[in-house]
């Protein structure tokens, strides 16, 4: 149990496109959504919780315009990177908590992005 | 200071090895403490998760929390190459944002057949 997807598993775009990740609760239902990002050999970065049917808070110093989230249900939350840039280029990672209230977290198994 | 602090590592033992990884936490609220392993470029996997103090073990892993010292511990018995990935502890305190997990920086792992 606890399965979390996330689609693509890997992505190469131009500079200047836009690119949308996927992440599913495969087998529960999540109230709560979480976007990391991770640079190679560091931790991984919070970048924002989002919760079904409610706007995304994002951490500080993520820019809202430019990494947008959806969770339009509670199997479902989206990131989509507007204008993607170089800089971009990271592995973004999401979790994925439970209905029970529980503090454990379920990771996807992350999608890498190049932008070139 | 940082509110979660692990040694980077990187650690390297012989196979069949008792490895002993480790967290120090200056955060008081943190009532939750979970282990990840991650194997390179992939996402995190949890493997333990315990409320509070105390002891959990499955299997070849055995979690330890000390909340009196702020310390938790993460013991593998009889380490196996394909243990060979990166560790993160991970905490947090109830209720609302204070739910989110703070990291602390992963320990890199390798077991040597």
């Known amino acids: 149990g606890a399965v979390v997807s996330q689609h693509p598993s890997w992505v190469i775009c131009k500079s200047g496109t836009s690119v949308k990740i996927e992440c599913r609760s495969l087998d529960f239902q999540a109230t709560t959504m979480f976007w990391y990002r991770q640079f190679p050999k560091q931790s991984l970065m919070l970048m924002a919780t989002?919760?079904?049917?409610?706007?995304?808070?994002?951490e500080q110093g993520v820019e809202k315009d430019k990494f947008l989230i959806n969770h339009a249900s509670l199997t479902l939350s989206t990131l989509t990177v507007t204008s993607a840039h170089p800089e971009d280029s990271s592995f973004y990672i999401c979790?994925?908590?439970?209905?029970?209230?529980?503090?454990?977290?379920?990771f996807g198994p992350g999608t890498r992005l190049t932008v070139l | 200071q940082k509110e979660v602090e692990q040694d980077p590592g990187p650690l390297s033992v012989p196979e069949g090895a008792i490895v002993s990884l480790n967290c120090t936490y200056s955060n008081s609220a943190f009532q939750y403490f979970m282990w990840y392993r991650q194997y390179s470029r992939k996402g995190p996997e949890l493997l333990m998760y315990?409320?509070?103090?105390g002891n959990k073990e499955d299997g070849r892993f055995t979690a330890q929390v000390d909340k009196s010292s702020k310390y938790i511990s993460l013991f593998i018995r009889d380490s196996q190459p394909s243990d060979s990935a990166t560790y993160l502890c991970?905490?947090?305190?109830?209720?609302?944002?204070?739910?989110?997990?703070?990291f602390g920086s992963g320990t890199q792992l390798t077991v040597l057949p």
């Open positions: 315990t409320y509070s103090s």
């Open positions: 979790s994925a908590r439970g209905l029970a209230g529980g503090n454990e977290q379920f």
């Open positions: 991970a905490m947090s305190a109830p209720g609302g944002s204070a739910r989110q997990l703070t």
């Open positions: 989002s919760n079904e049917g409610s706007k995304a808070t994002y």
